[in-house]
């Protein structure tokens, strides 16, 4: 296996040669390079993205990887995507795109100057670096075939999630401000627009959208293709017809009109430059726990409620406990954001949520002796059934949100924070549960400004005062 200064050289030489080279020189510098790190005739692959060479690299029982080679000149600095809290480039999204049909677990991409390595599985940017020098440095052993043998890609450092927290706040802050910076656009409706996208990502990643939603998700894919293509003219026209549309068939509030945010994501200028940034993200940014992460900043009392791990409430647990069938759709739950932080509306919402799954069950059970009655059950026997069907144990997560909850909130933050958290977890929760998608429900309802005074508020404060016994000594 050659040194690291072996490898510098070749790369070197290879830019030097750039001028008057040709495929069979690709192909050699290519094979040398892979020479070096001891893989020697690794097998070529035919099915490739035009001007990439791409070899499989197997080291023996370990995952593979794919080794794709291109140009010199044709890949963007690893270092300036990384500063704009990018993971992927136009050309790296889409060879990691084309590794993921070669049956293959991680994608190493370099023009012999700038690298990048991918985990095509979760879709992590793994390391980059921008010059051979870098290379050598960065990546260590990682890519020898000694090493790969000895499982080496598998111990590559995976980044934590405060660092893709970090990023991907560092990127919707920016686009935030340059949105906000166009006239008639306050804060507010530039966290929107973010919002959206987020949701939008969130809600294509998981699979609860039936044949309806599949012509939503095919316009989203050609809006992305047309962002890269040469000539994006209607990309913004299109966008604010996509959210319009995305409002009117699955009642998604945050994507009401909003004229003064929708006059500016027209302009082709502003939507073209926003898509593509937004598609070259990882998709492991796209997390619950990861977005809700990247409102970990500010003061000190608002990080913590991000952070803050939810307690038991014994009132509460007792409160759900004694619910039955007949009372079932009068429960109802109270989270305050500032005492309790931004996980206790997800514990309540599933524990609300897991309530009427039992009372569900009983229900069945209990009409079981009825519908033995009859060898079939007739459509008047089924009717008077679902007549008495309490309305929690229909939609049941609609329900939860709808009616068995209230959220309270003290800031525009909080407010914002809340109502993404609580998209995100419906589009979990819909994809756990199975349950046929048809619209979300009114979230805008569940969240209020919260009262002077609760009534956990009061109960604290007018508890009777009992004094604690001393033992005398």
């Not at 030097?16 to 790190?37: G, I, M, N, P, V």
């Not at 991907?168 to 530039?190: F, K, M, N």
Request: with cysteine; hydrophobic share 40%; net charge negative.
């Amino acid at each position: 296996m050659g040194t690291a200064q072996d490898i510098a050289k070749l790369c070197e030489s290879w830019w030097e040669t750039l001028a008057d080279s040709t495929k069979a020189e690709q192909h050699r510098y290519a094979e040398r390079f892979l020479t070096l790190l001891g893989w020697n005739n690794p097998p070529p692959i035919d099915r490739r993205p035009p001007g990439t060479l791409s070899y499989i690299l197997r080291g023996g029982s370990q995952s593979a990887a794919v080794a794709h080679f291109l140009m010199p000149g044709s890949l963007e600095s690893p270092r300036a995507l990384v500063e704009r809290g990018l993971d992927y480039c136009e050309v790296t999204r889409a060879l990691v795109d084309a590794t993921h049909g070669l049956n293959a677990s991680y994608a190493f991409i370099t023009d012999l100057h700038r690298s990048y390595l991918y985990d095509v599985r979760t879709d992590e940017l793994l390391l980059h670096a921008d010059t051979p020098a870098q290379f050598n440095q960065e990546f260590g052993g990682a890519l020898s075939r000694s090493d790969v043998e000895h499982g080496s890609l598998e111990e590559v450092r995976r980044q934590p999630r405060s660092y893709l927290a970090r990023q991907l706040r560092e990127w919707c802050q920016r686009w935030c401000e340059t949105l906000s910076g166009e006239p008639h656009v306050p804060e507010e409706l530039a966290h929107q627009a973010i919002d959206r996208l987020l949701v939008l990502r969130y809600l294509f990643d998981h699979d609860i959208l039936k044949r309806p939603g599949w012509r939503l998700q095919q316009r989203y894919s050609d809006l992305l293709a047309l962002a890269f293509g040469p000539s994006p003219q209607g990309c913004g026209q299109q966008l604010v017809a996509l959210f319009h549309d995305i409002w009117l068939d699955l009642k998604t509030e945050l994507f009401a009109a909003a004229p003064a945010l929708d006059a500016v994501l027209e302009q082709d200028v502003i939507a073209a430059p926003l898509l593509r940034e937004f598609s070259l993200l990882s998709r492991c940014k796209f997390t619950i726990a990861t977005i809700l992460e990247s409102f970990n900043y500010g003061e000190a009392a608002e990080k913590a409620r991000v952070r803050m791990i939810p307690e038991e409430n014994a009132d509460r647990n007792a409160y759900l406990g004694m619910q039955t069938v007949a009372t079932v759709d009068s429960v109802h739950i109270e989270v305050d954001i500032s005492d309790e932080g931004y996980r206790a509306i997800l514990q309540w919402f599933d524990k609300l949520a897991a309530l009427y799954d039992r009372l569900d069950t009983d229900f069945s059970h209990s009409a079981q002796p009825r519908t033995q009655e009859h060898d079939e059950l007739d459509l008047f026997a089924w009717s008077e059934l679902n007549a008495a069907r309490p309305h929690a144990l229909g939609d049941r997560l609609h329900h939860a949100i709808e009616h068995g909850l209230t959220v309270y909130y003290t800031t525009p933050r909080q407010k914002r924070t809340a109502r993404l958290m609580l998209y995100l977890h419906v589009i979990s929760r819909y994809e756990q549960s199975k349950q046929r998608f048809v619209r979300f429900p009114s979230i805008e309802g569940t969240l209020k400004p919260r009262p002077r005074m609760l009534e956990a508020d009061r109960k604290r404060i007018f508890q009777p005062y009992v004094q604690d016994e001393w033992e005398v000594i």
